[in-house]
C-alpha cells in the first residue's frame, strides 16, 4: 500500500505545481467524446486550469462549439461597459433546437394563470441556466463553463442524449466579462512556470480594486434589483425571456474554506419565498451531495449563506418561480495555494465546480416534472395572495421630478411588473396623488411576491442576521411619495390606462420670446447634469439661495431654492445662439426651462439679487486607491459620469503632495488614504484658497485625523454582559450591525446642501454603525436624523438610541462638507445622490 500510494503523492504533487494536467482528470469516464469537437485543449493551447482563461478566449469557443454543433446556438443578450459580448450557449438536442421558439413560448405560457393548466408538462422540457463568475476573480467558475460546454456538445451515448431530449440548458460562461478580463491578466502574467505556493506571492494579491468588480467597480450581484449596469439588464431581460426552472450561480469564498452548496441558513430565508422552494432546493442538494462524494471533495450546506435579499443571482429566482442554487468554491485567486488544509490547486477548484455543474443537470432531468409543476403553481397562487393580503395597490406621485419617477418606473417595467396611470386624485395621510402625475401598482399580477419585496418597509425579523442588506424599500429609495390601498374597490377604481412606455419627461424652453433670463428648477433629478452642460459650453449661470415667484406671460410659478438662473446678458452666445444652445440642453436631460422677459417678480428675490450666486463650473478630483472602498469610489465615478455626464479625475493617495491642485475645485476623499505629511499640507493651502473639501464616509475619518475638520464620533455600542456563549459570539456581534438600513433625516431644505428637496424629512440608506455629534453652529448640521429615526429594515435599540438627533451630514469651517453615510448605495438611492451633486456645485458658496 505504501509502495503504491507514496509515488501518487508525489505525482500529484509533481502534477498541481507544473500543471500537468490532462481533461481526463475533469471529465467523468462513462460518456464518450465526439473527436469532431474540439477539445479545450486543441482550441485553448492549454488544458483548463494550466493557464486562467481570458474573456476572449472563452467566448471564442462558445462560438466555435454553436458553429460546429447543431446540438448549441449562442444567444447573446448585452454587452458590458467595454463592450465584452454577454450572453449564453443553449444546448439541447438538435430537434429542440430546430424547435427553440415554440419550446420557449410553450414554457413561458406556464407562468401565465391565464392559460398554464392546459399544458402538459409531461411532454414539456426543462429549462436550466447554468451561470459562472459573476464576481470576476472567483475564476474556476468561468474556466469550468468551458468544461460543461464541451461535456455537453461532444458527449455521446443514451445518457447525453436522453439529458438533451428533456432539458434546454444556457450557459452563461462569464457573468462579469471586465472583471474576468482583469483578474485573468494579473494572475497570468505574475505566474512562475513552476507553481510557487507561497500565500505571500503576488499572484494572490491582486492590485487595487482588483477583477471582482465590474468597470465601475460595482459588485454585479447586488444589482438584480436596481439593474443598473448592462450586464444585469441583459440578464434578466434574458431571465424574463426563458424563466428557467434552475438558476446556478456558481462564487468563490476564502482559501481556507471547503466547498458549499444551498440551502443555506435556513431562518434567514426571505419570507415572501414559497416554501416548496427549499423543499426543491434540498432536494437538488441531494444530487450534489452524491457527485461530490464520488470525486472525495469535502462540502457543507445550511450554513453562512442567505437568501434573505432577493437582489443576487441565486435570490432574485427564487421570488420568480425558480429555484436558485448558489455554489461557493474555495478560492485560489492564482494556480496553486498554500492553506491550513493543504495544497490548493485552481484544477481542483475547476473539477468542483464541473461537478456540481453536472449534478444539477442530473437533478433537473430527474426532477423535471416537479420543477415545472412548482413553476406552474407560483404564478397560479397569485390571485388567491393578492385575495389574503390587506393591501391591494399601491399609489406613487412625485410630481416636482418626473424623471426621477420615470427611472423608477423603468425598473418597475424591466422586472415586468405592471405599472398604470392613477384614474382620479386620492387623498391620503395628507398627501395627494393626482391623476395628471401619479401611478398605480395593482398587486393582483404575476409578480406580486416581488412587489411586496419592493414596496413593504420592514423592520420586524426572524433572524436578527444577514448575509447583505435587511432592506431594498424601493419607493424609500428614490424619495418618491407612495401609499398602499387596502380595497379592492378603491384600487380598481383608481387603475387608470397601462404605461407601455417609460413617462420620460419632454424638455426644453418655454415662455418668452426674448428672454431676459432662464430659469430651471433643481428639483429635477436630471439639472445637475443640465447645469455641467452648460457650464462646458461656458454658459455663466447663477442660483437662487432663496425662492421668489414669477408671474409672466405664460410664465406663473414659483421657484424654490436652487434655482438656476442664467442670465441673457453677458454671455458668448447671444440671443436666439443662446437659446438653441440652451432648448438643446434641455431636450438632452428632458428638463423644463423657462424663458422670462423681465428681472423683476412680483414677491421674493428679483433676478439680479445678489442672492443669486454665480457658480464656478466644478472640476472635481477624487483621491481612491489603497485605503480607499472601490465599491465608494466606483459608485460616485458611475454617478459622475453614467447619470451627470461631469467628468471626475481619480488619482492615488502618493500623488497628492507633487500634483498641482489648483486645477480643481473640488476634491472628495474616500476611505482613509495615505496621502503622507505633504499631501496634507498641499491640500489645507488648496482649500485655504477656495477648494472644496468632501468627506465620504470612512474619508471623515481621515478628515478628523488629519485636522481638516473637528469631528467627535459617537462610541460604539459595548456589550457589557458578564458572560456569553463562545458558539454565539459571531451572532452575537452581528445583531449590532446595521447591515443595510433605511432612516429618517430631517433637513434643511433652505441649506445648498439640500437645494432642490420639497420635503423636511428624506429617507436615506445606511450600512455600517458610525455615528458622530452634531457640530457646535447650529447653521452646519443640515440633516439629522429623526427622533424615531427606522424606517425600514433592522437596526437594535441600542443603535437606534446611539443614532438619534445625530447628523447624517455636516459642515466645518470653510468648504469642507462630511457625508457621514451612502448617498449613492448601489446606484439605487436616486433619492440622496442629489446632496453630494450640491455638495459639488453649492460647497463654493458655504460661508
Keep these: 500500500m505504501k509502495k503504491t ?38 482550441f485553448f493551447g492549454h488544458e483548463v486550469g494550466e493557464w486562467h482563461l481570458s474573456h476572449d478566449k472563452l467566448y471564442f469557443y462558445m462560438l ?128 512562475s512556470l513552476n507553481n510557487n505556493p507561497d500565500p505571500a506571492s503576488w499572484e494572490f494579491s491582486e492590485s487595487w480594486p482588483g477583477g471582482r468588480t465590474n468597470h465601475y467597480w460595482f459588485d454585479l450581484n447586488r444589482d438584480y434589483i436596481m439593474l443598473q449596469h448592462p450586464e444585469t439588464k441583459g440578464r434578466v431581460e434574458a431571465f424574463h425571456k426563458w424563466k428557467p426552472n434552475i438558476n446556478t450561480d456558481h462564487h468563490e469564498m476564502g482559501a481556507n474554506e471547503t466547498f458549499f452548496f444551498q440551502p443555506g441558513i ?17 432536494e437538488i442538494g441531494r444530487y450534489h451531495e452524491k457527485y461530490l462524494n464520488r470525486i472525495g471533495s469535502l462540502y457543507y450546506t445550511e450554513e453562512s449563506y442567505d437568501d434573505f435579499y432577493v437582489g443576487k443571482g441565486s435570490s432574485y429566482p427564487d421570488i420568480h418561480g425558480s429555484v436558485g442554487i448558489l455554489f461557493e468554491q474555495a478560492g485560489v485567486k492564482g494556480h496553486l495555494k498554500e492553506t491550513p488544509g493543504g495544497l490548493l490547486s485552481f484544477p481542483f477548484a475547476i473539477r468542483n465546480q464541473f461537478t456540481v455543474s453536472l449534478s444539477t443537470l442530473e437533478a433537473g432531468l430527474e426532477m423535471r416534472e416537479k420543477l415545472l409543476e412548482s413553476q406552474r403553481q407560483f404564478y397560479r397562487e397569485a390571485a388567491d395572495l393578492t385575495a389574503k393580503h390587506p393591501v391591494k395597490a399601491y399609489i406613487f406621485d412625485e410630481p416636482d421630478d418626473k424623471n426621477r419617477v420615470a427611472e423608477f418606473i423603468k425598473i418597475l417595467l424591466q422586472h415586468k411588473i405592471k405599472v398604470f396611470r392613477l384614474a382620479k386624485d386620492i387623498r391620503i395621510n395628507g398627501v395627494t396623488f393626482s391623476d395628471e402625475t401619479g401611478y398605480i401598482v395593482p398587486l393582483n399580477q404575476p409578480e406580486i411576491r416581488f412587489i411586496r419585496s419592493l414596496f413593504e418597509p420592514v423592520t420586524e425579523f426572524a433572524d436578527k442576521t444577514f ?63 443640465a447645469l455641467y452642460s452648460l457650464q462646458k459650453a ?69 433676478l439680479g439679487s445678489s442672492a443669486f450666486r454665480v457658480l464656478q463650473k466644478p472640476s472635481v478630483l477624487m483621491i481612491a486607491g489603497e485605503g480607499s472602498s472601490s465599491s465608494d469610489a466606483g459608485e460616485i465615478w458611475h454617478l459622475f459620469d453614467t447619470q451627470m455626464g ?141 427622533s424615531s429615526p427606522l424606517l425600514s429594515g433592522y437596526c437594535s435599540k441600542e443603535n437606534i438610541n446611539r443614532l438619534k438627533e445625530t447628523p447624517f451630514v455636516s ?37
Aim: charge should be neutral; proline fraction near 5%; aromatic fraction near 10%.
Design 538 to 606: 461656458g454658459i455663466i449661470a447663477r442660483v437662487a439661495t432663496r425662492s421668489f415667484e414669477v408671474n409672466d406671460g405664460p410664465v406663473k410659478k414659483r421657484f424654490g431654492y436652487g434655482t438656476v438662473m442664467i442670465p441673457a446678458g453677458g454671455q458668448p452666445q447671444k440671443g436666439k445662439m443662446l437659446e438653441r444652445c440652451i432648448d438643446s440642453v434641455a431636450r438632452e436631460c428632458r428638463i423644463k426651462v423657462y424663458a422670462v422677459s423681465t428681472g423683476l417678480t412680483p414677491q421674493g428675490i428679483d
Design 64 to 191: 466555435e462549439l454553436a458553429r460546429i454543433s447543431d446540438r448549441a446556438v449562442w444567444e447573446e443578450y448585452g454587452e458590458s461597459y467595454e463592450n465584452r459580448p454577454l450572453g449564453h450557449l443553449i444546448i439541447s438536442s438538435p430537434e429542440n433546437i430546430k424547435n427553440l421558439e415554440n419550446l420557449r413560448q410553450q414554457h413561458l405560457e406556464l407562468c401565465d394563470p391565464a392559460k398554464s393548466q392546459k399544458m402538459d408538462i409531461k411532454l414539456m422540457p426543462v429549462f436550466i441556466k447554468l451561470g459562472y463568475g459573476v464576481h470576476g476573480n472567483e475564476s474556476s467558475a468561468q474556466n469550468a463553463s468551458a468544461l460543461t460546454a464541451y461535456y455537453l456538445v461532444a458527449g455521446e451515448g443514451d445518457k447525453i442524449e436522453n439529458l438533451l431530449r428533456n432539458a434546454v440548458i444556457l450557459i452563461d460562461p462569464s457573468l462579469n466579462p471586465d472583471g474576468m478580463q482583469r483578474h485573468s491578466t494579473w494572475v497570468n502574467f505574475t505566474r
Design 646 to 786: 461631469i467628468p471626475v479625475t481619480i488619482t492615488t493617495p502618493s500623488r497628492i503632495s507633487s500634483l498641482n491642485l489648483s486645477r480643481y475645485n473640488v476634491i472628495i476623499v474616500t476611505g482613509s488614504p495615505e496621502t503622507g505629511s505633504s499631501g496634507i499640507e498641499n491640500l489645507k493651502a488648496w482649500n485655504r484658497q477656495g477648494g472644496v473639501i468632501i468627506g465620504y464616509k470612512n474619508g471623515n475619518s481621515w478628515l478628523s485625523r488629519n485636522k481638516f475638520a473637528e469631528i467627535q464620533f459617537v462610541p460604539q455600542y459595548s456589550d457589557t454582559s458578564s458572560a456569553g456563549v463562545w458558539a454565539n459570539r459571531s451572532d452575537d456581534r452581528q445583531i449590532h450591525s446595521i447591515p443595510g438600513s433605511i432612516f429618517e433625516a430631517r433637513i434643511d431644505i433652505t441649506h445648498p446642501l439640500f437645494f432642490g428637496y420639497t420635503r423636511d424629512k428624506l429617507p436615506v440608506y445606511k450600512t455600517g454603525t458610525t455615528a458622530v455629534k452634531k457640530t457646535e453652529n447650529i447653521y452646519n448640521n443640515p440633516a439629522v436624523y429623526t
Design 5 to 42: 500510494l507514496i509515488p501518487a503523492i508525489l505525482l500529484s504533487f509533481s502534477l498541481l505545481t507544473n500543471s500537468q494536467i490532462n481533461l481526463e482528470y475533469y471529465l467523468p469516464d462513462d460518456v464518450s467524446y465526439n473527436k469532431m469537437i474540439p477539445r479545450p485543449k486543441q
Design 467 to 529: 448575509y447583505d442588506v435587511s432592506t431594498w424599500n424601493l419607493p424609500m429609495s428614490f424619495n418618491i411619495q407612495y401609499a398602499g390601498l387596502a380595497s379592492s374597490k378603491d384600487a380598481d377604481g383608481a387603475t387608470g390606462a397601462e404605461v407601455k412606455e417609460i413617462p420620460f419627461n419632454k424638455g426644453g424652453v418655454e415662455g418668452a420670446g426674448d428672454a431676459y433670463a432662464y430659469l430651471f428648477e433643481w428639483t429635477d433629478y436630471n439639472a445637475p447634469k
Design 266 to 282: 435556513k431562518t434567514r430565508n426571505n419570507p415572501l419565498t414559497p416554501a416548496d422552494n427549499q423543499q426543491l432546493t434540498e
Design 811 to 847: 459642515v466645518h469651517g470653510d468648504r469642507i462638507i462630511s457625508i457621514y453615510d451612502n448617498t449613492n448605495f448601489r446606484a439605487m438611492t436616486y433619492g440622496t445622490s442629489k446632496i453630494l451633486m450640491n455638495a459639488v456645485f453649492f460647497g463654493q458658496i458655504l460661508q
